[in-house]
């Protein structure tokens, strides 16, 4: 079955630093992975997604991610944390597909980024 | 522009009683997704629907009942039998495989309050 753990529920960076927020993923199946974000009160919004090809994906904002299949990882990664950077942010990975008509998502319990100025 | 509106944005629903909340697309995808989060837990799917009149439960589905009369339309009512409503409750959509190559689009939520 298909699982999806974020390590760190809460995760405080520096203005400038390096923002790295971790997510491993458990599937019998190659897996489609997305990041999305969510500010204070609002919906989700896709930031990145990984389907097939290229592992290194770029997304909005600065955002990129790397499937790493032999870690079983998607950590998203930014270089430089700017104050608007500041929500909760949550992967996610596919199951269902073709056979079942749908693809629903499972989702991490999600990691809330503090910028610090 | 094309979207998901969802409607109250706050809703205080009494002991007992039942209240719906709204979600309308314009979009015009065929699947069409309810989700519930509470803090430290993600979402978790209540509902979803691939087409219009035909829906299935996802994990959490006691308590809660839906339809979907229209294409555009996916009500959620949250019942009495639901005995921890007290949450945010987020309408999502996509076409039926679109969910998996170009993501889902979600509404802005609904917060509900037991009062």
């Known amino acids: 079955a298909q699982s999806v753990t974020q390590l760190g529920s809460h995760v405080s960076v520096s203005e400038g630093a390096l923002v790295l927020l971790r997510c491993n993923y458990s599937s019998s199946v190659p897996p489609y992975l997305f990041w999305y974000v969510q500010y204070p009160n609002q919906g989700l919004q896709l930031l990145l997604k990984?389907?097939?090809?290229?592992?290194l994906v770029k997304g909005i904002n600065g955002f990129e991610a790397e499937f790493k299949k032999s870690e079983t990882s998607f950590h998203l990664t930014k270089p430089s944390a700017h104050m608007s950077d500041a929500a909760e942010y949550f992967c996610?990975?596919?199951?269902?597909?073709?056979?079942?008509?749908?693809?629903?998502?499972?989702f991490g319990t999600g990691t809330r980024l503090k910028v610090l100025a | 522009d094309g979207g998901i509106t969802q409607s109250p944005k706050y809703l205080f629903r009494k002991e007992g009683q039942n209240v719906t909340l709204s979600c309308e697309q314009n979009?015009?995808?065929?699947?069409m997704y309810w989700y519930r989060q509470d803090p430290g837990q993600g979402l978790r799917l209540i509902y979803y629907?691939?087409?219009?009149?035909?829906?299935q439960k996802g994990d959490i589905a006691e308590g809660y009942s839906v339809s979907r009369e229209k294409k555009e339309s996916f009500p959620l009512t949250v019942t009495s039998a639901q005995k921890n409503p007290t949450a945010f409750y987020l309408c999502a959509s996509s076409t039926p495989t679109g969910g998996a190559v170009y993501g889902y689009t979600f509404g802005s939520g609904t917060r509900l309050t037991v009062v």
């Open positions: 629907s691939q087409i219009v009149n035909d829906f």
């Open positions: 990984y389907t097939t090809g290229a592992t």
């Open positions: 979009l015009n995808h065929d699947a």
């Open positions: 996610a990975v596919t199951k269902g597909g073709f056979a079942s008509g749908t693809y629903k998502y499972i």
